[in-house]
């Protein structure tokens, strides 16, 4: 096991971590396997039918007839019927992915890209320092938790003091500078883009553990170390890993801020 973990990691949607991607595997495998279903039986009917009236001598003329009302009603309804329940699946499960539920407010992180790294802010400490961390995003487990996604670069700054009633978010993309980048944790959740001049919103709702992500738009020279973790902690030990320094420093290398310690 430990000698896995300290080779690959694992980044497969298909090995969910959470909520929202429990919802997209439901709907992928649904697809998935309707489409194999359907692949399967549509090559066998054409194997039948190549073998079962294929030409046998010169002289041997198939069968010839037109206008089978029948059976052109059958081959337009049923691809019709199988499309649109896929069609409602999909849309059934879709605003479960998409809408960010109103109790993730409380949990709102702001997700900073730039070129070549993330910073995650998590608001204010009451001196009015910012409590970010970089490249780890700490969430609390089994907890909804909302992300504005935004780019800035040089020669923008994420601004000091705020707005009055404007987010960080909204603060940031006011600006608007920056490259595209893209936010992917594929056991958690959907992509996300971060644009310049635009607040994009995800949620996401881990299970205890260590995640791992990166940026997925290519922004420049430095794309590939735009590597993202994200470490779902105990609901009290995540309190102390990023709003428990008085000063508002998240500390990495701090016992609270570990998966599966303290
Ligand atoms: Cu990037």
């Known amino acids: ?7 690959c990691v694992d980044t497969s949607p298909l090995h969910s971590g959470g909520t929202v991607d429990d919802t997209m595997q439901t ?5 998935f396997w309707s ?3 359907l692949g399967v039986i549509v090559a066998a009917l054409l194997l ?7 030409r046998r ?7 010839q007839f037109h206008g089978n009302t029948r059976l052109e009603i059958a081959w337009t309804l049923l691809p019709l019927v199988v499309f649109l329940a896929l069609f409602g699946f999909t849309a059934a499960h879709m605003p479960f992915i998409n809408d960010t ?5 409380p949990n709102t992180v702001t997700v900073i890209g730039q070129q070549f790294s993330w910073t995650f802010d998590y608001g204010a400490t009451s001196s009015g320092k910012r409590i970010e961390s970089f490249t780890t995003l700490y969430v609390p487990e089994n907890t909804d938790v909302g992300l504005q996604i935004v780019s800035t670069d040089p020669p923008c700054k994420p601004p000091t003091t705020l707005g009055n009633g404007q987010t960080l978010a909204q603060a940031i993309s006011a600006e608007g500078c920056g490259v595209n980048h893209s936010f992917y944790v594929p056991s958690l959740a959907g992509q996300m883009n971060a644009i310049p001049g635009q607040v994009n919103t995800m949620w996401l709702n881990a299970r205890p553990g260590t995640y ?7 922004c420049g020279v430095g794309h590939a170390k735009m590597l993202i973790t994200v470490i779902s902690l105990p609901q009290n030990q995540y309190q102390s890993c990023v709003f ?12 609270a801020c570990q998966a599966g310690g303290s």
């Open 101 to 105: 539920p109103a109790d993730a407010a």
């Open 244 to 255: 428990g320094s008085p000063n508002g420093t998240i500390d990495p290398t701090s016992p």
């Open 35 to 37: 489409s194999v279903a």
């Open 57 to 63: 001598s010169d002289d041997d003329d198939p069968e």
């Open 27 to 31: 709907v992928f495998t649904a697809v």
């Open 212 to 218: 791992y992500g990166q940026c997925t738009e290519l």
């Open 48 to 54: 039948y039918a190549m073998f079962r009236f294929r």
């Open 1 to 7: 096991m430990n000698l896995l973990a300290a080779c």
